[in-house]
């Protein structure tokens, strides 16, 4: 059994969803600590000739806050987020159906990021026909005071799985034969923004949120593009 685990982002890049599908078991890493500035409360998505960034206002907290905790502040940012991908993709081929998924996280009634940030991450699994098994690690009691990888290592027993699937940053950090001696292979990967086709566009821009995949490309077609691109290290 694969098992994978990551924190919930705002309208995540199509690496995260390459994950997921990758996976038989992911985790919502959502008892990690907030990191301000970071993709858990912004992604860039395509407007006018370049990518930048929509962000969810988010409230200061405490310094050791975690993605689960935090909060948002001033609802006025999900009409401005509704009508920028408006504005900047409405003539493209599938706008219906990326409206659908926009509207089905913004419509979330919760003062918690993370509530929108998974709302949309499930619209677009759904969507995709992603059928990988997801939880959330605050659902489990392991303590995430542990070094990393016994934490992962808790995490893929609890799953009962053989490998832990990560991106390259984990060969920085995690302890591989730790993870041996408990069973666990660590697959590494790396996910590689490929060319596709953006309508309007001459010279692609990398780095955007999957809602430009949807925007401009057929399901079948996003989901051989992620299989394609999650290439292992």
């Given at each position: 059994m694969k098992v994978g685990l990551h924190q919930p982002q705002y309208i995540p890049w199509p690496g995260y969803f390459a994950k997921i599908l990758y996976c038989d078991f992911f985790y919502y890493y959502d008892t990690a600590q907030y990191v301000k500035n970071s993709i858990i409360n912004?992604?860039?998505?395509?407007?006018?000739?370049?990518?930048?960034?929509?962000?969810?206002?988010?409230?200061?907290?405490?310094?050791?806050?975690?993605?689960g905790e935090k909060r948002v502040v001033d609802e006025r940012w999900k009409e401005k987020h509704r009508?920028?991908?408006?504005?900047?993709?409405?003539?493209?081929?599938?706008?219906?159906e990326l409206k659908m998924l926009v509207d089905e996280a913004l419509n979330t009634d919760s003062e918690y990021?993370?509530?929108y940030n998974i709302s949309f991450i499930k619209a677009v699994c759904e969507y995709l026909n992603i059928k990988t098994i997801i939880k959330y690690s605050s659902d489990y009691?392991?303590?995430?005071?542990?070094?990393?990888?016994?934490?992962?290592?808790?995490?893929?027993?609890?799953?009962?799985?053989?490998?832990y699937v990560s991106g390259s940053g984990a060969l920085n950090y995690l302890d591989r034969e730790l993870l041996k001696d408990n069973g666990i292979v660590l697959k590494c990967f790396n996910f590689i923004s490929s060319p596709y086709s953006q309508k309007g566009k001459e010279s692609f821009v990398p780095g955007l949120s999957i809602?430009?995949?949807?925007?401009n490309l057929p399901i079948v077609t996003i989901r051989e593009y992620l299989k394609s691109n999650w290439r292992p290290i």
């Open positions: 912004r992604n860039k998505v395509l407007i006018n000739r370049g990518g930048s960034y929509l962000t969810i206002p988010v409230t200061k907290g405490r310094l050791a806050e975690t993605i009508k920028t991908i408006a504005a900047n993709y409405a003539k493209h081929p599938n706008f219906s990021l993370c509530e009691d392991i303590n995430k005071h542990y070094e990393p990888t016994k934490y992962i290592i808790n995490i893929v027993k609890n799953e009962k799985g053989t490998e809602i430009d995949l949807v925007a």
